[in-house]
């Protein structure tokens, strides 16, 4: 628990801090207080009937835990150029693949004539006539949504094998290598 506390404290002590290296622990530590609080207030905001809340600690934790994860990949190696552009494209192909996913969804509504009045307000869902041309749309819709899929699913891979990997042992152009205690000893 107090190794929670101090990664906790050391991160939004550091919250614009972007250069540096930060030992494996320090990451997850902090990142799983981030899940706790996460949840809870997802539970709160469920309970309470609220829609803010988990939004409101999401927009608290961007900055620190970006710096977070970033100075967690200075210890592997990873530049901060090729993580910022790495997350933006994670981003988009998250965001694009939660486009297609809309778009299909209420394309396929259309055409199959589903009933979707519970889940879009005053949406008419008229039942259409079998036609090849739209299926080869939607099919086409599809496998755009799954390549942005596929490519937002990989880069997470990559991050997350990054992240759960030990430090590199040596000085490197971010700093020197500090096992958690060390670091802790340090920056305490």
Known sequence: ????????????????????????????YAYAVYI???????????????????????????????????RRLHDVGV?????????????????FFGFFLIIIVA??????????SGLI?????PVAAPDPSVMAGMSALIVIGLIFLLIALI?????????CK???EKTNKYGKYLSWEDYRAENG
């Not at 530049?79 to 965001?95: E, G, N, P, R, W």
């Open 1 to 28: 628990m107090d190794n929670m506390i101090f990664a906790t404290k050391d991160m939004f002590r550091k919250f614009f801090k972007f250069s540096g290296r930060l030992p494996r622990s320090g990451y997850w």
């Open 121 to 125: 307000s005053g949406f008419d869902a």
């Open 36 to 70: 706790i609080l996460s949840a809870i207030v997802q539970s709160l905001d469920d309970i309470l009937g609220l829609d803010f809340l988990d939004m409101i600690l999401t927009v608290v934790f961007f900055v620190p835990l970006l710096s977070l994860s970033i």
């Open 107 to 116: 394309a396929a509504s259309v055409y199959f004539g589903l009933d979707l």
């Open 155 to 163: 880069i997470s891979i990559y991050f997350l094998v990054k992240l």
């Open 166 to 168: 030990k430090g590199e």
């Open 79 to 95: 530049s901060t150029a090729k993580a910022v552009v790495l997350y933006v494209v994670t981003s988009i192909a998250f965001l």
